[in-house]
């Protein structure tokens, strides 16, 4: 009882940024038909309840959609939600990104921002520990929440064998919108959309003689699109993300492997707990999923095993995992416990030139050390069939995490 109350009270503090729900357009009779008809069989009592929570708490209205009334699930994945929309305001404030309002204009002084409904461009920087990490450009999530890329050190001097590995992205998103959404926007569809540039770079160099065939060397160039249609559906709104990439895989030396184009479809709903948090036994829970499609030419002499049977591949086939943080901010946790981030994921694509088969488990076990979680401590394990060859790897890889995310969202309400 007493962690509810400490949940409805943060929940409280938030409702400057709650949204104005279609409860406030509903007439009382309509109102009262609509809990009625959402639980047949319940008691009158807690049906009027439900009733006077829809006309009192903006909350209620926010959070409870089906008119069932609220449970401490939705109300935990709803303080997760403003709270990562906290800190990530609270960081760009901090990081002097936004910047507090002077005083009032002199008659002299011209307002700097762009008239209403006029299209806006910026530039930013992300560095991640892969494409995948990167999440979406257009609603990234606050650096704590991410993995990061990574890099590790290890000497074996029974072998003796010296492993350098680093593994990470560069990404500089370029995204398009028309302002900030208002509170007219909450419950309309909204575009947006992002072009970045980006390097990615994987690694693994073994000293031995005999564990070079080991080795990973891939440096890829290319450029991500990303066009998100928000807020589609009424009763349960969902974000599609739709993206296009295309590059270039190449060596450190500079060395042509192939050159890829991949389309990808991601679905984000709060409200259907898709690629969004669910509360677990004071942990908050995301199941992953997004859907990919790829071709690939080969480029160059450097034998490939995704290029074994054709010079072409054409893959299909879904992502899927789920991410795994203990709630933080309401006290469940020691503090030191909070900044643990766990990720997990298992993507498999199918050739359909070749038939084969390409599968990748991919997990990592971050710890962030600074309050912001731009550094951290990161483990990860990773067995299957790369994306960019169709190499086999099987790494565990300990070290120092680095992750920048100089991004504010332009598809959440501010």
């Not at 938030?14 to 319940?42: C, H, M, R, Y």
């Amino acid at each position: 009882m007493h962690r509810l109350r400490f949940i409805g009270s943060f929940a409280a503090a938030t409702l400057l940024f709650a949204p104005q729900t279609a409860t406030a357009e509903l007439s009382d009779a309509e109102l009262w038909a609509a809990i009625v008809k959402a639980n047949p069989g319940k008691d009158k009592h807690e049906m009027w309840r439900i009733f006077v929570c829809h006309k009192k708490d903006p909350v209620c209205q926010a959070i409870d959609t089906q008119y069932r009334g609220l449970t401490a699930a939705q109300l935990a994945a709803y303080v997760k939600k403003q709270s990562d929309i906290i800190d990530a305001q609270a960081a760009e404030y901090e990081s002097g990104r936004r910047k507090i309002a002077a005083g009032p204009l002199t008659p002299t002084t011209k307002p700097p921002k762009p008239a209403p409904g006029e299209f806006q461009t910026e530039a930013h920087f992300l560095v991640r520990q892969s494409l995948e990490d990167i999440n979406t450009l257009t609603a990234p999530k606050p650096t704590k929440d991410v993995t990061g890329a990574q890099f590790s050190y290890n000497r074996d001097n029974v072998s003796p064998n010296t492993v350098w590995s680093a593994r990470g992205v560069v990404a500089v998103p370029i995204y398009g919108h028309y302002g900030a959404p208002t509170e007219a926007d909450r419950y309309s569809v909204r575009p947006a959309l992002a072009v970045a540039p980006y390097i990615s770079f994987d690694k693994v160099s073994n000293s031995s003689p005999t564990q070079q065939s080991a080795n990973v060397n891939n440096l890829s160039f290319g450029v991500v699109s990303e066009t998100v249609l928000a807020n589609v559906g009424l009763e349960k709104p969902t974000d599609h993300y739709f993206r296009l990439k295309g590059g270039v895989n190449t060596t450190f030396e500079g060395a042509l492997k192939s050159s890829y184009l991949r389309a990808e479809w991601e679905p984000v709903s709060t409200a259907n707990f898709i690629n969004a948090p669910y509360p677990i036994l004071n942990f908050n829970v995301a199941p992953l999923f997004k859907l990919r499609a790829d071709y690939m030419n080969q480029a160059g002499k450097i034998t490939q095993p995704v290029f074994a049977e054709h010079n072409q591949a054409l893959r299909v086939g879904p992502r899927v995992g789920f991410e795994i943080q203990p709630v933080s901010g309401l006290g469940l946790w020691p503090t030191w416990f909070e900044n643990f981030n766990l990720v997990a994921t298992y993507s498999f694509l199918q050739d359909t030139l070749s038939q084969r088969n390409y599968s990748l488990l991919d997990s990592t076990l971050t710890y962030n050390f600074d309050k912001d979680g731009n550094y951290a401590v990161s483990g990860s394990y990773r067995k299957g069939r790369l994306d960019e060859t169709g190499a086999r790897v099987e790494q565990i890889m300990l070290g120092l995490a680095v992750k920048l995310n100089d991004l504010p969202s332009v598809t959440a309400a501010q």
